[in-house]
Structure formats: structure tokens, C-alpha cells
């Protein structure tokens, strides 16, 4: 096994419990490591810190699955992990749809698993994990006899990896457009086209949380993809509904969404919800709650101004739709968008605006999407609930 000895670090992130070693953490490396390789890794006084797969070609070197030296990475380790994670689950009280594997924070780095029904759609996103991609899906027909898996291995990260973008069945063909109950709603989803695994299992219980804000309620869901916060807002008994989305496909699933929850109190526009917010604010439109859940505006470090710009633009216009005393529901997915620098964007939108802003709720991704303290890049998701005034 290819032994890996790390400088000595600055910070103790690795001793710590941060899974990831990036190359120019590396003293030195003895052995021929390949990529994919199981490595050991120490610290500089030759410590034992753990073990885990190797990547020369990613920056990211290794990502550490074990800190015990005698334990056999097979697939036995990877049936014990799972298990692991669907038992917090179940404690929890999950049950048909969420997320069953959250990567890091389950100590299964780059893996993916989110259950939807009786189906799964996984995601392995480093090299490593990928070779296990056959043990995996042997492991979730085992534990769970489900009636389809699908890969939606279709994102630019793989490419650092070395890997290529695919996604497809992995097994049995199953119809990828499948009802999930979520929070007593029916949610048509596609498992194939949807984004990212399908769809997002990490906003349900905030989709839940907006019920006492919505109730007789005029509700504006910018971003609204599969129309689930619409559908919440509307089964919730708001007023009326306008779900925007720039994309017809989504705004299509959106619709069957509103049918099959027998809810004829919502509309739907397929528009840029940057221009029409824009275009509502100077007609002096208004509404009770809106609701702004964009995409992440930056998947870089790099690209943080743009994306701050981006939410700075969206809060303010969506702030000024906002009747005096209703509210604005307004999230971030990119975990390059730290809580306390959301805050602030939201903050400084308010006063370009000239708004008071009361908070009533903050939470950040559901409990099946668990936060490791240890690996900071695990709490992405930032929900607030604001009262403007
Ligand atoms: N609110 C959704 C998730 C939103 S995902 C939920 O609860 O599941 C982001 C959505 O924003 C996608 O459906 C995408 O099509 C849409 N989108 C991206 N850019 C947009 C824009 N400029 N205007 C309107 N919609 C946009």
C-alpha cells in the first residue's frame, strides 16, 4: 500500500477530522500510487492518521474513509457505512424519500444516495468512490430490494476527477418519472432530468416550515423548478400562487404537480425571474410572501463577487414585491456562500431598499442532509424566513 507523509500543517484540519488531503499538503509519497488506490496516510512524526483513496490527477489527493489501519476496504465497509447512515435515518423518522448517503457528512466522501420511493438515484463523484460503483449498487439491491437504481453522474465536477460525465440505469430500466410523498403532497419528480439526483430532498422540511406564513396569502415562488414550494404554499391555503421558472420543462412538471394535489390556485410563468421581478417592482406589483430559492449562483471559489452580486439583485427586487409586514422566504445552496455572508447580502439589499427586516426562521438543509462541524463544506443550504417591514 502506498504510504502518503504529510507536511507538517499549519492547521490540524486533517487531524481533525477533514477527510481531504490536497497534493501540495504531501511531504512525501512511498510507493507507486495509482489512481483509485487504497493509500495510508501519516502525519510529519510518521503518525497513523488514516486511510482512504487515492487521485493523482485531482487536486484533491486522497479522501480518507477510514482513520483505523487494520480495516479492509471492500465492499463489507461500504454495506456497514450505508447501514450506518440509513439507521440515523430511520431514527429520525424517514421514510419514503430522502437523502440516504450525504457524502463527507456520512463518511462516505464524494458518494451520493438519495431514495425516492421505491427507486434510488446515486451519484459518485470522485475517482475513488467510482470503483465501487458496482459493490454499491449490490449493496442497495441487498438492503432494499428496490425496483430501480439510476446514476446521475452528469456534473462538471467528475471532470477533475478524470472521470466523464454519464448518467443512466444502473440495472433494470424503470419509467424515471415517479410520485414521491413529501410532507403529504404528491411530487411528481424525474429521476432522469430533474436537477442535480432528481430533486431536492434537502429543502423538505423547510417546504413544511412555511405553512403558518402562507395560509390566505397572495405567494410569489421565484426558481420554483418542480413547483414544490408552490404546491406547499397552495395545499397550505394561500390565497394564490404564481410559480416562475425559467425553464419549461420545469414549469411543465410544475403544472402536473398543481394536478395531482388538486390545486387550481396557481400560475405559472416561464420567464427570467431577474427581469420580471424587475418589471413587476416598476408595475407596483405586490404580494404577501415571495419565495426566492435560485440556483447556486457559483459552483467556485472564484466566482464569489458575481454570485453575491446575484443574490444582492434577486433579494432586493423580490424584497420590493413584498407587502409591508408579509414575507420574503429566501435561501443559497452554494456552501461558497457562508450563513454570515448571506446575511449580509440580504442585509445590504434591505437597506438599498429601504426595508426593516425582521428574522423569523433560520435553518440550514434537512437532517438527512447532516452538517459535520469537522468538514465545513457540508452546511451549503441557508433558508430564511424574514418579515419585511
Ligand atoms: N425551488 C426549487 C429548486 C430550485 S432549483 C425546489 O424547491 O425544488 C433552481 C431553479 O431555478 C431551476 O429549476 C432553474 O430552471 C431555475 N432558474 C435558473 N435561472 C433562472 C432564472 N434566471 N429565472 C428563473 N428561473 C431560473
Redesign the pocket.
Known sequence: MTEIILSPLKNRRIENGHPWIYDNEVADTKGDMTQGEIVAVYNHKKKFIGKGYANPRSHILVRLLTYQLKEEINKAFFKRKIQEAYSYRQKLGYQDSFRLVFGEADFLPALVIDKFGDYFSLQTLAFGIDQFKKEIVEILEELFNPKGIYERNDVPVRELEGLSQQSGFLGREFPTKTIITENNFKILIDIANG?KTG??LD?TAN?ASIAPFVRQATVL??????G??AVHAAGYGAKKVTA????EV?IATAKENASINNLANIDFVT????DLLKEWAKEGRQFDVVIL???AFTKTRGNIENALRGYKEINLRGMKLVKKGGFLITCSCSHFIKPDIFKRVIFDAAIDAGKIVREILYKPQGNDHPILWNVEETLYLKFYILQIL
Open positions: 436537477q430533486y431536492f429543502q417546504r415562488d421565484c426558481f420554483s423548478h418542480t414544490s414550494f416562475v421558472d425559467i425553464s420545469a420567464a427570467n425571474a431577474f430559492d435560485p440556483p
